[in-house]
């Protein structure tokens, strides 16, 4: 018995399968080697912003700092402070080996009291000396004191102390041990800035006020905004290239993002946009020996065919790229992809 319904159904799932065929022709198309298939992922010429950045890598440093190191290399018999601790301006932080210098100190200060009693004697009407041996008595004087002010000098270079407010991150004093080189390395972490080092071939794309993306290591899936406070006149060197120090100020103050002394950071630094124009995505956008262009599908007869479309372009941003002329708002691109079947 012949089946009305049944047969209705065969012929809607047929056309089915004749549009989802016809529709997937403009996704997928067999190349000509038989063994891999062009596959065409869609995009629409939109109205868009597009931004040009520079990607420059940065740390976390303080503004305000101080290596402490000792200016003598006697060996170190106390130490005061350790990593972590906060500590004072002139604070005592290290003391060294003093030696025979405190006996030295009192056998100066008693060749200054002699050569001054003999001064001011000397000068005395009755003692009968010539100008000369008054002037004498005063040259040995003076180098009496002299003697004593360098002694006293070393003597404080013995004791160590802070010359800022701070908190020690490094420590490298141990008694026992000689002093030399960095003792320790105190940082005011009120101070504590994003400092980017820009190449010499991008520093003229960089202004003061511009903003910036920030992205720590320490904080994965984390992109705060910012902008470029100051630019160093001065340039840095560092492996026979040429970099200009930038700081970067943070727009938030998210007591949950603590900066720390050394982190790093990726910073895109913005020095061009253009917003509400129309763009197509970057990675649609190709270019050769003619300029820009991008693939779209043209029918011809019963086939399709890739094809290049050139236009004009403007702004070259990270994402996009700005179209001036020769695409229309709406109209599809295509980029191709083989696929092996």
Known sequence: MFNNNAMKKKLIYGGMVIVAVAGLWWFVHRSGSGNTQEVYERHIVEVGNVHAVIDVDATVRPRVYSDVAAELSPRIVWVGADVNDHVTKGQVLVRLERGDIDAKIRHAQLAVERAELAENQGRHKSSGLSSREILSLKKASEQARQKLRELLAHARKTVITSPINGVIVAQNAHVGNIA?????????????????????????????????TIKFDAYPGV????????????????????????????????????????????????????????????????????????????SNDSDIV?????FHEGLIGDAYVEVVQGLTRGQEIVKPHKKGI
């Open 223 to 298: 992109t705060l905004k910012g902008y470029v406070q100051t630019v160093d006149v001065g340039s840095t060197h560092l492996q026979n290239n040429t970099y200009y120090k930038a700081v970067i100020v943070r727009d938030d103050n998210d007591d949950d993002i603590v900066l720390r002394d050394g982190m790093s950071a990726d910073i895109d630094i913005e020095y061009a946009r253009r917003d509400g124009v129309t763009v197509v995505p970057r990675d649609f956008a190709f270019k050769d020996e003619h300029g820009y262009f991008v693939y779209v599908l043209n």
């Open 180 to 212: 030399q080189g960095v003792l320790m390395r105190i940082i005011d972490p009120a101070t504590l800035q994003i400092e980017a080092l820009v190449p010499e071939v991008d520093i003229a794309k960089v202004r003061s006020d511009a903003r910036a």
């Open 306 to 310: 890739l094809a290049k479309k050139y």
